[in-house]
């Protein structure tokens, strides 16, 4: 079964560890029908220059569809700011139209207050300024065991800087007990980007293989609905229990099953 859908797909090479092997990962990531590829954790000095890795893109006909970093509010803000300032720039030169990021790292044991939040933002709004010559969208990810980690905090977050977008992770979503759905709904406006795997019990994993919580078929009308454009990537993460060839194979084979 094969629908219509307003956006396209990638995949995230999380799945490959910090020191991919490119030509599996890419070879499995396009054999697979995904269009792009979100990097992740792998060091520029692991990716070779930009020219490098465009040349490799185009060998497996695949688009860069992310870049993925994180921030800091602590001592070494300023030292992790810089960090991410080099790999927009990267993205800039590989033709990578996102920038994503996640962080800060959350204080154990108590809530964000708002100065937390106001840092946050402050991160947020430098990255967008060093961001914005390059033609570069800069969107923050709520994940466990960062500064923001619900639809709550991400509201914070946002109401501090009009310029931020989000990416949507309908994992996390369901993790945290939220709606994905209504949250398509609610961030249409300043919705960026998104992720997408399943969630099992405790544990992320195969789309399909989850609890049920996540309907897919039900995530790609409501982003027809809303009229999304940008990039949805799949994902797994590297301590998942399915290898990664394997995982990118079956998630878009599950994907294709419910309409993608």
């Not at 060998?59 to 300023?78: C, F, H, K, N, T």
Request: hydrophobic fraction near 35%; charge should be negative.
């Amino acid at each position: 079964m094969s629908g219509t859908r307003s956006f396209r797909l990638g995949y995230s090479t999380i799945t490959w560890g910090p020191t991919p092997d490119l030509h599996e990962a890419l070879g499995a990531i396009a054999e697979a029908g995904w269009e792009g590829v979100e990097f992740i954790s792998a060091p520029l000095d692991w990716l070779g220059t930009p020219k490098r890795l465009r040349g490799l893109l185009d060998q497996y006909g695949l688009e860069p569809s992310a870049m993925l970093g994180s921030v800091s509010i602590g001592a070494d803000r300023d030292e992790a700011l810089e960090r991410q300032k080099r790999l927009i720039e990267y993205a800039g030169e590989l033709g990578c139209g996102l920038y994503a990021f996640i962080g800060a790292q959350r204080v154990p044991l108590r809530l964000p207050t708002e100065e937390e939040f106001k840092q946050l933002a402050d991160v947020s709004e430098s990255l967008i300024d060093h961001a914005e010559p390059y033609g570069i969208t800069v969107v923050y990810h709520a994940h466990p065991r960062c500064t923001v980690e619900s639809e709550a905090e991400q509201d914070r977050l946002l109401s501090y800087t009009d310029r931020l977008q989000i990416c949507l992770d309908v994992s996390v979503s369901g993790l945290m007990r939220e709606d994905p759905i209504a949250q398509i709904h609610k961030y249409r406006d300043r919705l960026g980007y998104l992720h997408m795997k399943d969630l099992g019990l405790s544990k992320f994993c195969v789309m399909g293989e989850g609890t049920g919580e996540l309907d897919f078929g039900q995530i790609r009308e409501t982003l027809n609905e809303v009229g999304y454009t940008g990039w949805v990537t799949g994902e797994l993460s590297s301590y998942a229990d399915t290898p990664a060839v394997e995982s990118c194979h079956a998630n878009m084979a599950h994907l294709k099953s419910v309409g993608y």
